[in-house]
């Protein structure tokens, strides 16, 4: 850097110095020597400010970009869907065996899956899989599940997208499950209407081992009467008659519970017996369908009644099909300051609306799959407790909506004694 113009090399000496055009041009020369320094120096200093300003925006661009496109991509699905590939080799989706998916798209770190999923097919949207999720991998995005179901034309892909939902596939497991116990029922009677099959076959070879040669005197066809049986008017005569077996049996029969809750049936047409406890029963309707249930004579034929067979929806299920109405929630308003949940919650949006702080109480006895939407209508924050033998979870460990609007999920995850219910809380939750 040069020395400053001084005041010493511009001033006016008080005498002996000639003012003319030598005195002027030497000054002038300073002044335009000076100016120009100052003025390269700035050239410099821009220089070096513009590099600056360019290597701060490459940094800023190199650190934020990829996070600021992976917010993006997370902002638009990447809390509940998932763009991914299973391994190679591509497995055939089965029921009930496991099944792996990579998630490649920038946003899988985000990816937050729910007990039950659903992968549809990049480019076939009738190819699709439920998914049971077994584990997630957030750093390289590997998620293990198991499949529950499968479509009518399931097939192997190499592109799936993946979306996650709490409550409706928990729905469609406990009608699975309910489909699997009634069928498991039917082929318990089946066997048994085999066992007496095999019996009445045997009953029968065994009369057409060989022909009736005569009867009391009789050959061929014979039709008995009470006569053709020596002594048989004085046999009868001398057993116990209707009266006398009433008599005898009066009073003796409540030593059986069982029989005793059986005698209080009014049994009609088309029905089952229900045991609702050791000694208590209800009659059940029998349906035409589940007799036909009943009455298939194999595995298959179940399941093309049932319409879950290799062939797709059986002709009995789509001839009555299901209306959007009867798979829609219903919505259950509360205004108090406190709620217990029960069993007729599952599957129901229930609303709590208050200005006042909302205490919701989980009971231990809610079966496995259980479940249910909790809506804060109003100011009141809600807060949510298990009953004493219960269990509450949230992955934050936050048991409390957000605020006014918040939309939570509950979600019974098991209940093996039938009194230790654990539950789930996930959504819109707050401190």
């Not at 499949?147 to 034309?153: E, K, L, R």
Request: proline share 6%.
């Amino acid at each position: 850097m040069s020395d400053p113009l001084s005041m010493t090399q511009i001033a006016v000496a008080p005498k002996g110095e000639i003012m003319d055009y030598i005195f002027f041009n030497k000054r002038y020369t300073q002044f335009v020597g000076a100016i120009n320094k100052l003025s390269e120096r700035q050239d410099g200093y821009d220089v070096v400010v513009n590099d600056l300003v360019e290597v701060g925006l490459q940094r800023i661009n190199d650190v934020l970009g990829p996070l600021l496109t992976e917010l993006q991509e997370a902002a638009q699905a990447g809390f509940l869907i998932a763009n991914a590939a299973n391994q190679v080799p591509q497995p055939f989706p089965v029921y009930g065996q496991p099944i792996q998916f990579i998630c490649n798209n920038a946003a899988f770190p985000t990816f937050t899956p729910t007990p039950y999923l659903l992968a549809v097919d990049d480019a076939d949207p009738n190819n699709w899989t439920m998914l049971s999720t077994t584990s997630y991998n957030k750093t390289n995005g590997t998620l293990a599940c198991i499949v529950v179901g499968v479509s009518p034309t399931a097939h192997a892909a190499p592109t799936w997208t993946i979306s996650t939902s709490s409550g409706v596939w928990s729905a469609m497991m406990a009608m699975e499950q309910t489909a699997t116990n009634a069928a498991n029922q039917a082929v318990g009677a089946n066997n048994n209407v085999i066992a007496t099959v095999g019996t009445l076959n045997t009953l029968v070879a065994t009369m057409q081992a060989g022909p009736v040669v005569s009867v009391s005197g009789k050959a061929g066809i014979v039709i008995l009467q009470i006569a053709d049986i020596t002594g048989l008017v004085d046999a009868l005569n001398g057993k116990a008659s209707v009266a006398s077996v009433t008599n005898a049996v009066n009073g003796a029969q409540p030593i059986s519970a069982v029989l005793s809750a059986l005698s209080k049936l009014n049994p009609t047409n088309n029905q089952l017996v229900l045991w609702t406890g050791p000694a208590t029963c209800m009659s059940i309707a029998c349906s035409s369908a589940a007799q036909q249930l009943l009455a298939a004579p194999d595995f298959p034929s179940m399941a093309n009644l049932l319409g879950v067979g290799p062939t797709g929806i059986a002709t009995q299920v789509a001839a009555t099909p299901i209306s959007t109405s009867q798979l829609q929630p219903q919505f259950d308003d509360k205004t108090g300051t406190a709620y217990t949940f029960v069993q007729a919650d599952m599957n129901d949006v229930v609303t709590l609306t208050n200005t006042a702080a909302i205490g919701a109480t989980l009971p231990n006895n809610l079966p496995k799959g259980w479940n249910c939407l909790v809506y804060q209508g109003g100011t009141g924050q809600i807060t949510f407790t298990a009953q004493t033998g219960a269990t509450l979870r949230n992955r934050l460990g936050q048991l409390k909506t957000a605020g006014q609007y918040s939309v939570v999920s509950l979600l019974c995850v098991s209940n093996p004694a039938g009194n230790n219910a654990t539950f789930v809380l996930g959504g819109d939750t707050g401190p």
